[in-house]
């Protein structure tokens, strides 16, 4: 019998835009999150859903076992970003802004949080980035970053 190695560690990624500037119009978003799923199939990661907002990306990745979590947020960021410039999907130079979260999901509640991502545009009539990242961080009791604008 060969050894294999097999892993089930589901990750929340979410990532902002430079500055949180809302950027991204409803049709590139659209197009971003195209792109992240099919950029995520060639490189035999599994996406199950991600939503583009016009300031950040919210995902929720299986991290395979050969990669780590950095390296699979800077392979989505980074991929993505070149392809947003490289198709003009905005006026300027588009980038990504530093760092990223990732929080860990229970296989039991991997479909709650496909439906929280799912329902993106609804959540966020209410509620802005900066206050969605700002609970994600105190939920799992990490500790507050530094005021970006020092």
């Not at 950029?39 to 780590?68: C, F, Q, R, W």
Request: aromatic letters at 12%; hydrophobic letters at 40%.
């Amino acid at each position: 019998m060969a050894l294999h190695s097999y892993s089930r560690c589901w990750v929340h990624l979410i990532w902002g835009t430079l500055n949180r500037e809302k950027v991204l119009s409803k049709e590139a978003a659209a197009r971003v999150s195209h792109y992240l799923h099919e950029y995520a199939e060639t490189k035999s990661l599994y996406m199950k859903i991600n939503y583009v907002n016009a300031d950040h990306v919210h995902a929720l990745v299986d991290l395979p076992t050969g990669l780590s979590i950095e390296e699979v947020a800077q392979l989505f960021k980074g991929s993505s970003s070149h392809w947003i410039n490289a198709n003009d999907l905005i006026t300027g130079k588009f980038a990504w802004g530093r760092g990223y979260g990732a929080f860990s999901v229970s296989e039991s509640n991997v479909h709650q949080v496909a439906a929280y991502i799912a329902g993106q545009a609804q959540h966020h009539r209410v509620r802005t980035f900066a206050q969605e990242f700002k609970e994600f961080i105190g939920r799992h009791e990490l500790r507050q970053p530094e005021d970006e604008s020092r």
